[in-house]
């Protein structure tokens, strides 16, 4: 049986038939499968039960057996019995699907032979999987490429959610091997990047659904589909049973734990994520899920606290797994290519700059990310391997990350080195950070936070009197500027005060320097401005008012008719409008010499020459009488002798206004302003009687084209597009129909 370099998918062996009969067979056969049967899996027991104990490792003992002496096959029998019992491949898909993952807690009395039992189901299941995604174990014994990726693809040995539980089950310790393993069986089959193209839309349905079952929403463009309608009827984390609060957090936790590793061992697959959005999605899943489990963990009362604290340290642990899983991506899309120097490495850094622009809305997510992995070592790696570089985006950007960390009420491990990042690129573009500066003329350094620290008043205060418990001679003021010079840390304070290595701008302070007095603000009463400032009711300026002139609602007593028939603020504002009245004083008249009447004080030298020219009469000045307007009393309040009729009817009206808006100096009015009147007249009396003017007529044809069309043709052909349906030949056969009905057809 010579087996030498010839491929097992062309290799013919000869196995013995009847007595005195050999046939030949291909060496993978279904006839020469070993009848076997593989036990599925079954996860140890979480009691300390010695029964459940026992029954486990008499489990495990079988399993093991069946696949150290599976691996023991040589190549042809280990083929055909991967490929062609259906019992082993379930054995297997059974660990992977029940097998304890790392986070899981160990039972309290586990045994150590139950542990080493376990130990040894999960080697055997390893070495099974590494051999099965061996093409070519050695020259004598190997698949042709092809074929093997065919093998392994149509007997679906291999999927993509079986190697993401390996990746997270076997990736510890094993990650070069699985690394290896996972890229031999993606080159030697493509296919599985389609495969993988297709699962990650599933994988984002995930954080969908823990969204859902927050009650929250994921908006905008990173929404799969449409909010429904029943949503506002979701429980929210507070809200759900323990039990919902339980599974929900432990879905979370094997979904991220699952899908880094993948992206830990298999590099590769960061481009098929990236490619739909997975970060924009992360980012915001995590703005809108982690705060609310947090606070959902921390105010709910369970039961058991272990519980509560096992919930917690797996929310941490997805946390960090999410933010590392935005690094991967970041890297392997991002910054791997640019730090390679390829030949769009202008592309990929305007990328890295975008994606870390838009993670700028998402407060909480920015600063974790910040936290683990420095934003401003990444930008600065750009500046080293771009030197023209936009610097007002990358000040911005590392702005907006300080202010993340503002707005979450933490303060930055790494300011310094954003500091440094953001001198480099304002040095690069030639102008000067210009830094805030300590009061009392210390002198900031770069790593010193300055303004930008969130360090409360009681902080303050706590520090002060810690430093000031040892060195009662300095002033407050100085030591508030040395905090400031040394990021807020009193041992470094004490330590450079007592050596004498305080930088030059607080050398020359003065050490006892008074704290600054802080200007009050003015009491808001004191600057507000009302209508209703010193009025009898203005509690404010006021310490007694007329409680008998305030009341709730209708006084006692009044209705709603004596309310309607009072007319007294009438007669109040006839004497408001009578005090402005002009009275006319009366001219005294007294007899004279000659027995004519004559004014007393008329002065007969008056010179009244020019009086009749009225000269500078109507200049259009302040004072003149003739540029104000005379005062007319409201016609309500004048005193009518006689009831006058007003005749009704819209002719009168229209004579009266055309007479009374008629120039008296004009011999012939003009004809267009008649005509003007008339239309605005005609088209008045249309609308009041219900009259709808005819109708534009249709302009479908429009301009010839490529010249444009006007918006009246588009709306046009858009009318007669909607509205062609309902005659013509396009309602032919429903009227055919609808005549055949009535007779009118014979059929």
Excluded at 259 to 269: E, G, S, T, V
Excluded at 710 to 722: F, G, I, N, S, W
Aim: contains cysteine; aromatic residues 8%; negative net charge.
């Amino acid at each position: 049986m010579a087996m030498a370099l010839v491929p097992l998918d062309e290799l013919q062996v000869t196995e013995p038939g009847p007595p005195g009969k050999e046939h030949t067979l291909p060496a993978l056969h279904p006839d020469r499968k070993e009848e076997r049967c593989f036990l599925p899996y079954k996860s140890p027991p979480e009691s300390g039960s010695p029964a459940e104990a026992e029954e486990f490792l008499e489990h495990a003992k079988f399993i093991t057996e069946d696949l150290e002496w599976l691996l023991a096959l040589p190549h042809d029998k280990f083929w055909c019995q991967v490929v062609f019992d259906e019992s082993l491949q379930r054995c297997l898909d059974s660990y992977l699907h029940h097998a304890p993952r790392g986070l899981d807690l160990a039972a309290p009395a586990s045994s150590p032979a139950v542990v080493a039992a376990q130990r040894g189901v999960h080697r055997a299941v390893f070495l099974a999987f590494l051999r099965m995604a061996t093409h070519k174990e050695s020259k004598e014994n190997f698949i042709t490429p092809a074929v093997f990726g065919e093998i392994i693809y149509e007997n679906f040995l291999f999927d993509i959610p079986k190697i993401l539980d390996l990746c997270v089950l076997f990736g510890k310790g094993n990650s070069q091997l699985l690394h290896k393993m996972i890229d031999n069986i993606f080159t030697q089959q493509p296919s599985y990047y389609i495969d993988l193209d297709e699962t990650v839309p599933t994988v984002l349905q995930v954080f969908d659904t823990i969204l859902d079952k927050c009650g929250l929403y994921c908006e905008g463009a990173t929404a799969m589909e449409p909010m429904k309608l029943s949503s506002h009827k979701q429980p929210t984390a507070m809200t759900m049973s323990q039990q919902d609060l339980v599974d929900l957090v432990l879905y979370l936790c094997d979904s991220t734990t699952t899908i880094h590793a993948f992206l830990d061992i298999f590099p590769a697959a960061c481009s098929s994520f990236h490619s739909h959005g997975f970060l924009g999605r992360l980012s915001s899943f995590y703005e809108s899920a982690v705060p609310d489990l947090e606070k959902a963990l921390r105010k709910r009362n369970f039961d058991d606290k272990r519980v509560q604290e096992d919930l917690w340290k797996r929310l941490s642990h997805s946390c960090r797994e999410i933010v590392e899983m935005a690094h991967l991506l970041l890297h392997h899309t991002c910054l791997q290519p640019i730090l390679e120097g390829g030949e769009n490495t202008q592309t990929f850094a305007e990328e890295l700059l975008l994606l870390f622009t838009s993670f700028l809305p998402e407060k909480r997510f920015l600063s974790d990310y910040d936290e683990q992995f420095p934003i401003a070592d990444d930008i600065s790696l750009l500046q080293q391997a771009l030197p023209v570089m936009d610097e007002t985006r990358t000040s911005y950007l590392l702005q907006g990350v300080q202010s993340a960390w503002d707005s979450v009420g933490r303060r930055s491990r790494h300011r310094g080195a954003a500091a440094r990042a953001e001198g480099a690129a304002s040095a690069s573009s030639g102008l000067e950070l210009q830094e805030a500066r300590p009061p009392q003329g210390a002198e900031a350094t770069p790593d010193a936070p300055g303004k930008g620290n969130n360090v409360s008043e009681a902080e303050q205060e706590s520090l002060l009197s810690c430093i000031r418990d040892l060195l009662p001679d300095l002033g407050e003021g100085f030591l508030l500027a040395c905090l400031r010079e040394y990021n807020y840390s009193s041992e470094l304070v004490i330590n450079n005060i007592l050596e004498g290595r305080l930088t030059p701008g607080l050398d020359r302070m003065d050490r006892a320097a008074p704290r600054p007095v802080k200007e009050e603000l003015p009491d808001v009463l004191d600057v507000r401005s009302n209508v209703f400032d010193d009025d009898e009711f203005d509690v404010f300026r006021r310490d007694q008012v007329d409680m008998s002139r305030v009341w709730k609602g209708r006084r006692k007593g009044e209705n709603a008719r004596e309310m309607l028939n009072d007319k007294q603020h009438i007669a109040e504002q006839k004497a408001r409008y009578l005090a402005y009245e002009t009275v006319v004083d009366e001219v005294v008249l007294e007899p004279g010499e000659d027995g004519e009447a004559y004014d007393p004080n008329y002065d007969d030298e008056y010179d009244d020459t020019y009086d009749e020219s009225q000269v500078g009469a109507n200049d259009l000045d302040g004072d003149s009488l003739l540029s104000r307007r005379p005062f007319t009393v409201p016609q309500i309040l004048r005193k009518v002798n006689k009831p006058e009729l007003e005749e009704e009817g819209e002719d009168d009206e229209e004579e009266e206004t055309l007479q009374n808006n008629v120039n008296r100096d004009q011999f012939v009015q003009d004809p267009a302003l008649l005509r003007e009147r008339a239309e605005a007249r005609r088209a008045a009396m249309h609308q009041r009687r219900g009259f709808r003017p005819e109708p534009r007529p249709s302009n479908v044809v429009g301009q010839p084209k490529g010249q444009g069309q006007k918006q009246e043709t588009v709306l046009d052909r858009r009318k007669k597009e909607a509205a062609k349906g309902r005659g013509a030949n396009h309602n032919r056969r429903n009227m055919a129909d609808r005549k055949r009905n009535k007779g009118m057809i014979p059929s």
